[in-house]
Nanobody, 119 residues
Framework: QVQLVESGGGWVQAGGSMRLSCTVS????????TTWYRQLPGKQREFVAK???????DSTDSDLGRFTASENNAEKSAYLAMNNLRPEDTGVYFC?????????????WGAGIEVTVSS
């Protein structure tokens, strides 16, 4: 089963940038897809950004425009780069990875990374 190690997050001032990471602890061949979600205080989990299929390792598809999702197969890591952060971006961010392993395509959720943006 795929295990994830998360990093990044914490506190940043409005207008600042931050990068979140989800790293796979086992062996993989490549990423199939990565999707980032977030849960703002008092709200349901919502989509943030995603990458397409494994033909690319660096891509953006974000409804929010300021957020960029990417992957690095060699580092076994998926990233969410966040720019021009606003206080309303404060919340918990989750990665959902689909990776190709010896066992086939496996998926896993991160436990959540807290992000606080102060005004």
């Amino acid at each position: 089963q795929v295990q994830l190690v998360e990093s990044g997050g914490g506190w940043v001032q409005a207008g600042g940038s931050m990068r979140l990471s989800c790293t796979v602890s086992g062996n993989i061949f490549n990423f199939v897809a990565t999707t980032w979600y977030r849960q703002l205080p008092g709200k349901q989990r919502e989509f943030v950004a995603k990458t397409p299929s494994s033909s690319t390792t660096d891509s953006t598809d974000s409804d929010l425009g300021r957020f960029t999702a990417s992957e690095n197969n060699a580092e076994k890591s998926a990233y969410l780069a966040m720019n021009n952060l606003r206080p309303e971006d404060t919340g918990v961010y989750f990665c959902h990875l689909q990776v190709l392993t010896l066992r086939g395509v496996e998926s896993a959720w991160g436990a959540g990374i807290e992000v606080t943006v102060s005004s």
